[in-house]
C-alpha cells in the first residue's frame, strides 16, 4: 500500500471518530480481511476503548505471516487468524464484543449481513480473492 493511500485511510479513520467524540465505547467497527493491516487495525481499535468489533477472514496463519501479520507466531501456524486475534484482541480489553466468522465474505447475503449494525466497515481483503468488486463495497457504496 502506498503511504498517500495509507494516509487516506488514516485520515478516514480519524474523520470517523472526530464526529463521535465520546461515543467510541457505542461504536461498531466491521473489518472484512484480518491479515496485515486489518489485524493491525483491529488490535489498535481495541486499544482504544471501540466497543465492539465484528471480524471475517477465511484464511489460517502460515509460517510466511510471522513477519507481518499480528498475532502471528510460531505456535498458531495453521490457525484461523479471526479466532486466533479474537483470543488476543480480548486480552487487550476483555470488555470489547468481538463477533468473528472463520469464513469470510463470499457474496451480497454475506456482506449484508457482516455490515448490518457496523458503524464502519473496513475491507482489508486479499486482492485477487473475487473475480469481481468486493461484496461489501457493492453493498455500501463506498467503504474504507
Same mark, same amino acid.
Given at each position: 500500500m502506498s503511504d498517500g493511500i495509507w494516509r487516506n485511510h488514516l485520515t478516514e479513520y480519524w474523520n470517523f471518530f472526530r464526529r463521535r467524540p465520546g461515543n467510541t465505547k457505542k461504536s461498531t467497527v466491521a473489518i472484512a480481511g484480518v491479515g496485515g493491516i486489518g489485524g493491525l487495525l483491529a &488490535?489498535?481499535? /481495541?486499544?482504544?476503548g471501540i466497543g465492539a468489533i465484528k471480524i471475517t477472514d477465511?484464511? +489460517? $496463519? &502460515?509460517? =510466511?505471516n510471522i513477519n507481518r501479520q499480528f498475532p502471528s507466531n510460531t505456535t498458531n501456524v495453521?490457525?484461523?487468524k479471526v479466532e486466533v486475534l479474537a483470543n488476543e484482541l480480548k486480552k487487550i480489553n476483555?470488555? /470489547? =464484543?468481538?463477533?468473528f466468522d472463520c469464513d469470510g465474505i463470499t457474496g451480497e447475503? +454475506?456482506? +449484508?449481513? $457482516?455490515? +448490518?449494525?457496523?458503524?464502519? /466497515?473496513v475491507d482489508e481483503m486479499d486482492f485477487g480473492l473475487y473475480d469481481k468488486p =468486493?461484496?461489501?463495497k457493492e453493498k455500501l457504496g463506498k467503504t474504507i
Open positions: &488490535e489498535r481499535l /481495541v486499544r482504544i477465511p484464511g +489460517k $496463519f &502460515e509460517l =510466511s495453521g490457525a484461523h476483555p470488555d /470489547v =464484543s468481538i463477533c447475503a +454475506k456482506a +449484508k449481513d $457482516f455490515i +448490518k449494525g457496523a458503524d464502519l /466497515v =468486493s461484496p461489501c
